[in-house]
């Protein structure tokens, strides 16, 4: 039996390998495909190559990164690794938790390390030879070891109360597992901007003038309160501009990147923020959170059912059952579910952003939106043509030829009636 489980475990991987490269094949045959009237005005000729430049050199890398963890991981599975450094944790003790932190602890650690050639090729290479990179190499270093740390405190404090929950509850464990990550994603969505974004950038209250006076007289219009509106030093890292709504109830805040604020106008900006407004008035955000934690309880309880079945740990070379052997070998077997159901969400996020885009639409934003969607498009040296089936499966957003066509027919149906 655990040899069945083995090999479905290969193929798995071998197939997702397969199916995300065939995919990026399909995506980059449409790059040069010949650009909508609705897209003709974004690039010019020289940056419209220097976009699909960007794009295949991407792709390329993609490629690598991704067939190096696949040799990587199936080294692990033919040659034993998993229960090789599970065999090494056990060493040092004899608690079941202690020896899980110590096993996904080494895995973490080796993982990043081997990760980050590909890290500073990406940032210091690829992006640096576009124009994107404004990261030093003394603010990678501090993002590394702040990044390193967070997931050893939290990362750390949370796996060690799941695994004491499941040696000291067995059964019910998928329960109080379930509760915990609930109530960590709460708590996290309400008080990451307070709490972990500032380990990482600063952040400032956008100052009184036109913006603001203009944000503020939209918020009004569409009654949304707005009280905390900040400037996040983004341009630190990277030229790219973005904005999002953070935290719930009295804690949500606007956050708009130095880089947005410097790249469109004041009216783009607002239709940005209405588009935001939009998203939060529909209530996506909460409905996105009640998913998300209703997914989470589906998958412990699924866990729970085969977490203790010895052909788990035994498919990864092992002759006892563990918990972390059961939770890598479950984590594999359970991702073809979980990319049926990451194409589901992406369905349900794609239809939000319409909402969210017809939204500012009625309020007669929607031209600011489109020239902002397009400067940023522009910015980003984004892909026009992705292919209808990379969007199906990796786009959380729809095309932005998708969108602007969306937007224009909103707007319409808002002047007539």
Do not use: C
């Amino acid at each position: 039996m655990y040899e069945t489980i083995f090999y479905i475990i290969i193929a798995i991987i071998i197939f997702e390998f397969i199916f995300s490269r065939t995919l990026d094949k399909l995506n980059s045959s449409w790059r040069n495909k010949k650009l909508p009237l609705e897209l003709e005005d974004i690039y010019d000729a020289e940056k419209y190559l220097k976009s699909q430049e960007y794009g295949s050199v991407n792709s390329k890398f993609a490629l690598f990164s991704s067939s190096f963890q696949l040799i990587l991981i199936l080294i692990m599975l033919f040659l034993g690794g998993f229960a090789y450094f599970d065999n090494i944790a056990a060493q040092y003790s004899e608690n079941p938790v202690i020896i899980s932190l110590l096993f996904f602890g080494i895995l973490f650690l080796l993982s990043d390390i081997l990760n980050i050639p590909f890290d500073i090729y990406s940032t210091f290479v690829i992006e640096e030879k576009f124009g994107f990179n404004k990261t030093t190499v003394k603010t990678f270093i501090l993002d590394k070891i702040k990044s390193l740390l967070l997931t050893i405190l939290i990362g750390g404090l949370i796996l060690a109360i799941i695994v004491w929950f499941y040696y000291e509850t067995t059964d019910m464990f998928w329960i109080y597992a379930w509760i915990l990550i609930s109530v960590f994603s709460i708590f996290i969505a309400m008080f990451y901007s307070n709490l972990i974004v500032p380990l990482f950038n600063k952040q400032t209250p956008l100052e009184e003038g036109e913006l603001k006076d203009a944000i503020n007289k939209f918020s009004q219009k569409a009654g949304f309160k707005v009280e905390n509106i900040f400037v996040i030093d983004g341009s630190k890292r990277s030229s790219k501009a973005n904005a999002y709504f953070t935290g719930l109830g009295k804690k949500k805040r606007i956050v708009l990147y130095d880089t947005l604020i410097n790249d469109l106008k004041t009216n783009e900006i607002v239709a940005v923020l209405a588009h935001e407004i939009g998203h939060y008035k529909l209530k996506h955000t909460l409905y996105s959170m009640i998913f998300s934690i209703l997914q989470t309880g589906i998958i412990f309880f699924i866990l729970s059912l085969f977490i203790d079945n010895i052909n788990l740990s035994k498919a990864l070379g092992s002759d006892k059952v563990t918990f972390e052997l059961g939770i890598i070998a479950f984590g594999i077997l359970f991702s073809p579910i979980s990319t049926i159901i990451g194409f589901a969400m992406n369905i349900f996020s794609r239809k939000n952003e319409y909402q969210a885009d017809k939204f500012a639409a009625d309020y007669e934003m929607g031209n600011n939106l489109i020239s902002a969607l397009k400067k940023l498009s522009a910015n980003s040296l984004s892909n026009l043509t992705p292919h209808p089936a990379y969007i199906f499966v990796y786009y959380s957003h729809p095309s932005l030829y998708q969108r602007i066509l969306s937007i224009k027919s909103n707007s319409l149906n808002s002047t007539i009636n």
